[in-house]
Antibody
Framework: QVQVVESGGGVVQPGGSLRLSCAGS????????MYWVRQAPGKGLEWVAI????????YYADSVTGRFTITRDNSKNTLFLQMNSLRVEDTGVYYC?????????????WGQGTLVTVSS | QSALTQPASVSGSPGQSITISCTGT?????????VSWYQQHPGKAPKLMIY???DRPSGVSNRFSGSKSGNTASLTISGLQAEDEADYYC???????????FGTGTKVTVL
């Protein structure tokens, strides 16, 4: 069955860096766009970044542009989010999600999330 | 980069129907049929309930239905059940450099 599993969360000081990973299985990873979505404690969902199936197109929320970078390694079925210059407001659960179908802009498969805490 | 607007809370009694609105602009909700709805229970990952405005993924109850009029999309839950108590989020494709947006979220309470 389709699965996506995030890892790499943890506690980091403001200004620090963290790299999240998301391993996909049960589907042809290279056929689907992938998303990062986050949720601050007690708050709503916020879309963070999207990468096309082949990694050629990337889009970012204004709040992370210039600080976060989304990449993928289709040979290893893995999605990444490099987070630099982290701020307290970046704290939250980060979810990896897969498009329902190619180009559908609907997220059918979600991971369990990984918690990122930015604190001094 | 503003979120789509949803009511903060909606409530109903078991068996009743409720509707959650999601208001955007002609650059997102009104301009494209890429509206989705997600259900999220506390401590859990979101679950896709509706995609492409009104389509249901396999396994989602037909008590959930979606529609759109102009710049406002709606999710209707009929025959409300205790298990429907959760947070609900809409989302849409947006024709800008940011490409995607979520709604502010609605807490559904079953009285």
């Amino acid at each position: 069955q389709v699965q996506v599993v995030e890892s790499g969360g943890g506690v980091v000081q403001p200004g620090g860096s963290l790299r999240l990973s998301c391993a996909g299985s049960g589907f042809t990873f290279s056929n689907f766009a992938m998303y990062w979505v986050r949720q601050a404690p007690g708050k709503g969902l916020e879309w963070v970044a999207i990468i096309s199936y082949d990694g050629s197109n990337k889009y970012y929320a204004d709040s992370v542009t210039g600080r976060f970078t989304i990449t993928r390694d289709n040979s290893k079925n893995t999605l990444f989010l490099q987070m630099n210059s982290l701020r307290v407001e970046d704290t939250g659960v980060y979810y990896c999600a897969r498009d329902r179908a190619s180009g559908s802009y609907s997220l059918q498969y979600w991971g369990q999330g990984t918690l990122v805490t930015v604190s001094s | 980069q503003s979120a789509l607007t949803q009511p903060a809370s909606v409530s109903g009694s078991p068996g009743q129907s409720i509707t959650i609105s999601c208001t955007g602009t002609s650059s997102d909700v009104g301009g494209y049929n890429y509206v989705s709805w997600y259900q999220q229970h506390p401590g859990k990952a979101p679950k896709l309930m509706i995609y492409d405005v009104s389509d249901r993924p396999s396994g989602v109850s037909n008590r959930f239905s979606g529609s759109k009029s102009g710049n406002t999309a709606s999710l209707t839950i009929s025959g409300l059940q205790a298990e429907d108590e959760a947070d609900y989020y809409c989302s849409s494709y947006r024709s800008s450099s940011t490409l995607y947006v979520f709604g502010t979220g609605t807490k559904v309470t079953v009285l």
